[in-house]
């Protein structure tokens, strides 16, 4: 594992700025870009911990881990900071309180374990910090607490439709306690992923002005260049959230890498937030018998990095079926080309 990542081995460490000095919410996205020029997000946190064999044959999917192996969740951290992340998101993904109690967990068990599942992110962070020659050359990395989408919870793969026969008022009661348990959980902002449907990010926008205080990055699976999962138009829904000081970065994730270029222009036609894209390998999921299908798109996701980051994107990762090559790829051609003159 390269230790800094950062291809400038000589820099300096560098440390948060305050970019609300003059009275706007901080915007940790925004605050990474102006010191090194670009964001490296982590990769596939269950693609990892199953690579590491982790038995994800369970409905609660990573989430099981945090039951089973928090040491392995942290080991999986650590190596996507040492490949370069900027951010690391939590295994949160997953966890529900009512889904860790049909588990067999009481509520007091279930709220724990939330609250756990961004304390590792946390630990992780400042044993790599702690530890001067990773700071060379690097800002310091951001913990993003998960919220996935309800499809998440049926485990029904319903994430992938928005299909889920639940309204936006059901939406916004089903979020609600998880939202408070994550915004109070000490992360630096909240990620909201794979958001498949209109009606469910606006069920969060209802959300924010309970936590005024904590920014998030939303993040929409799409069908195609131009919509997201439930067939919505992402410029639209995109243009409803631009306005939204609390929302800082929209994005789009666990969507094929061929897809990505073309959502980036259809975002940056419409917003000027910053734009986070973290694709998966191009694989897809059969959520039915629960396995991956076809093969692998020959990507080169350091090239890849190159031309979304050139199309506007700020910040890069993956999602399902990457690890820390990928992001160890990203960091290495986003630094050169940050370097250059």
């Known amino acids: 594992m390269c230790r800094g990542g950062s291809g400038h081995p000589s820099a300096s460490p560098v440390g948060p700025v305050d970019t609300a000095a003059n009275g706007g919410m901080t915007n ?11 964001v490296v997000l982590d990769g596939g946190l269950a693609t990892e911990l199953e690579a590491r064999g982790a038995d994800l044959e369970h409905e609660l999917w990573s989430a099981n881990v945090l039951l089973e192996d928090q040491d392995l969740i942290r080991a999986v951290y650590h190596d996507y900071l040492l490949a370069g992340a900027d951010v690391i998101v939590s295994a949160s993904y997953q966890a529900t309180i009512p889904g860790l109690m049909r588990h067999g967990l009481g509520e007091a068990d279930a709220i724990e374990l939330l609250r756990q599942s961004v304390q590792l992110a946390l630990e992780a962070r400042r044993r790599f ?3 001067p020659s990773n700071r060379v050359g690097r800002v310091l990395p951001q913990v993003a607490a998960s919220v996935g989408p309800y499809g998440a919870y049926l485990a029904d793969g319903s ?5 889920y026969g639940l309204d936006e008022n059901g939406l916004y009661e089903f979020h609600r306690r998880r939202w408070h348990l994550l915004a109070g959980a000490g992360a ?20 924010l002005s309970e936590k005024p205080d904590r920014p ?4 929409f699976n799409c069908r195609d260049q131009t919509h997201i999962a439930d067939g919505s138009s992402l410029a639209e829904v995109a243009r409803e959230l631009t306005d939204v000081e609390q929302v800082v970065a929209i994005g789009v994730n666990c969507t094929p890498p061929s897809m990505v270029s073309g959502l980036i222009q259809c975002l940056t036609s419409v917003t000027d937030k910053p734009i986070v894209v973290y694709p998966n390998s191009g694989e897809g999921w059969d959520a039915e018998r ?6 692998a798109e020959p990507v080169d996701f350091g090239s890849l990095a190159r031309e979304w980051r050139a199309l506007g994107a700020s910040g890069v990762g993956g999602c399902c079926r990457t690890g820390p090559a990928h992001v160890r790829m990203i960091r290495e051609v986003l630094a050169a080309e940050a370097s250059r003159p």
Not at 28 to 38: L, R
Not at 159 to 163: F, I, L
Not at 290 to 295: D, F, I, M, P, S
Request: one cysteine or more.
């Open 28 to 38: 940790p996205i925004s605050h990474i870009v102006e010191q090194q020029g670009f």
């Open 129 to 131: 910090w702690d530890d």
């Open 159 to 163: 994430e992938y439709t928005g299909d």
């Open 188 to 207: 630096d902002f909240i990620a909201c992923e794979t958001i498949p449907s209109r009606s469910e990010a606006r069920a969060i926008v209802r959300l």
């Open 216 to 219: 998030v990055w939303i993040s």
């Open 290 to 295: 629960k396995v991956w299908t076809g093969l």
